[in-house]
């Protein structure tokens, strides 16, 4: 039985879970999502993720759900939980938090980067030597 109290995040009124990539082998094996009308029931309604696929579904024991192990690859998804309780929702911080994340050099991004200042570096203190070569011949 599932008890609508604590330790249950109680104040879940639904969820959603957004597949970022593919599944059935395409980028991982295994995985998917699952409904079953009771813990430890092999009869299951299977979802097989695909990339911008969304299952949403309200939140407690009605939906009992799940995910299949992965066998192989990397799953991507994205699990969202909304409430109707206004004092548990997020804060205003929580958006600035993400976008300052989202706004944030890749780490592909910040190699390039590291990469271009490197030279910088190089090219400068080669033009200082340069430079200095160049007046130590002249005195």
Request: glycine letters at 8%; hydrophobic letters at 35%; charged letters at 20%.
């Amino acid at each position: 039985e599932c008890v609508g109290a604590s330790p249950m995040f109680y104040w879940r009124s639904h969820s959603a879970i957004v597949a970022l990539n593919d599944g059935d082998g395409a980028n991982f094996s295994g995985g998917a999502f699952f409904y079953t009308p009771e813990w430890g029931n092999l009869d299951r309604l299977r979802v097989i993720p695909r990339s911008g696929q969304m299952v949403a579904f309200t939140a407690g024991g009605q939906n009992i759900h799940g995910v299949e192990s992965v066998s192989w690859g990397t799953r991507c998804q994205l699990a969202l939980w909304f409430t109707q309780e206004t004092e548990r929702a997020g804060h205003r911080h929580e958006l600035a938090q993400a976008e300052a994340i989202l706004d944030a050099e890749s780490p592909q991004d910040l190699r390039q980067r590291n990469e271009e200042e490197e030279n910088v570096a190089w090219l400068q203190q080669q033009f200082r030597t340069l430079c200095n070569d160049s007046m130590k011949a002249t005195a």
